[in-house]
């Protein structure tokens, strides 16, 4: 459904030629002060959704101001009478304002919520393909309804789609989990160091090592998500997409769920300036991420991403952060002991880069994330 709302743009880039894309054009622009943690769920679905599609990702999908240039963009927009307790019946209005802007305004958290899962799994709906004219979309979530207006005639719609009941259960905002196909035996196996391991969050389809599903649900415990937290966990979960060769949507709710893929659990708690990663006493599956908003973004993109990537550019092989973590609880044994400086110049000895390794990170810094250096740029960085 993207390419169609922006008939007249590349919304998918291939930049070198290969024919594989490389490059997501369109951006998904929400409002600065959105705290709905159904309407962030669904829109880490959107992002992954779309990031799917690409090799590699260059900047954010999601943000909070439209993009400069001709970028094509989706904007959300709330209405100004509305509320927590507003109805999903209510019904999102898409206007088509420019060639590269699509306004989507809708009249509760419930309603644009259902209008993003709607973007999210399109493609598994059987969606009409819409007009190249198209200039008003209408979606009526109470009645799984698309109504689509041409340019040409305004009055009535041009186009009546209503989903189909067998794929309906799509579009259900409540938790609808799916069962992935690993035994208790193997969750208890759980690595916090190494999530990309056989028992983390992927699972090896078929034969082939390269061909592996997401098996991951996350989970929004209570109502409100700050925008901080919910962009952070839009990239995020699109980086991590990105890390699989099949995704099941959808995967993030705003509820509890019950199967055996492993769960994430984020809470927020302003009072809590450090970020706490533990295994959930009830269920040996799920982990419980605790934290104040700054400190969720910082364990979701440094620790989340580092356990699933490869080593490569950028990222420090799992061995090294085992050994650090080894050498961490030899210097701070328990019951912890207050210590000198003396006691800790070892371990800073061993996290400070070493020179070449500087030489190397200012190198990759020059190309674009997924880009290796030019040999002109390697020979200049050996004389």
């Not at 391991?197 to 599903?213: M, T």
């Not at 991590?240 to 984020?266: K, M």
């Not at 996290?351 to 190397?360: F, G, P, S, T, Y």
């Amino acid at each position: 459904m993207l390419p169609q709302l922006f008939p007249e743009q590349n919304v998918y880039e291939d930049t070198d030629g290969d024919g594989l894309i490389d490059r997501i054009s369109v951006r998904l622009i929400l409002p600065r002060n959105l705290s709905s943690s159904l309407v962030w769920a669904e829109a880490a679905h959107v992002a992954c959704r779309w990031a799917f599609e690409s090799l590699r990702l260059e900047a954010p999908l999601v943000r909070f101001r439209q993009p400069q240039g001709n970028h094509p963009h989706v904007m959300l927009r709330l209405s100004a009478r509305v509320s927590d307790k507003a109805s999903s019946s209510s019904t999102v209005r898409v206007v088509r304002e420019s060639p590269v802007r699509v306004v989507a305004t809708g009249g509760s958290p419930q309603s644009m919520a259902s209008f993003l899962r709607l973007l999210a799994v399109s493609d598994a709906l059987d969606l009409p393909n819409l007009p190249g004219t198209w200039s008003v979309l209408q979606w009526i979530p109470s009645e799984q309804t698309l109504l689509v207006w041409k340019e040409s005639d305004s009055k009535k719609p041009s186009l009546m789609h209503r989903i189909a009941l067998a794929k309906a259960v799509l579009l259900e905002l409540s938790p609808s989990p799916h069962m992935s196909h690993r035994d208790a035996a193997h969750i208890r196996k759980l690595d916090l160091l190494n999530l990309s391991s056989p028992h983390g969050i992927f699972r090896r389809l078929g034969e082939d090592p390269r061909q592996r599903a997401l098996c991951l649900n996350v989970i929004l415990p209570f109502p409100r998500l700050s925008s901080g937290t919910g962009r952070t966990l839009c990239h995020v979960l699109s980086l991590v997409s990105l890390q699989a060769t099949q995704i099941d949507l959808p995967f993030v709710s705003v509820g509890p769920v019950v199967h055996d893929s492993l769960i994430l659990e984020l809470r927020e708690d302003a009072s809590s300036p450090e970020a706490l990663v533990h295994v959930s006493n009830e269920n040996p599956g799920q982990l419980i991420v605790q934290g104040s908003p700054a400190a969720l973004k910082r364990v979701l993109e440094g620790w989340l991403l580092w356990t699933i990537r490869e080593p490569g550019p950028g990222a420090e092989p799992i061995m090294a952060l085992r050994e650090k973590m080894e050498l961490i609880t030899r210097l701070w044994p328990a019951p912890a002991t207050v210590l000198d400086s003396g006691s800790c110049s070892s371990l800073k000895q061993e996290i400070v880069w070493k020179a070449e390794d500087l030489r190397l990170e200012k190198l990759v810094k020059k190309n674009a994330f997924g880009a290796g250096p030019s040999l002109r740029d390697c020979f200049r960085q050996q004389t």
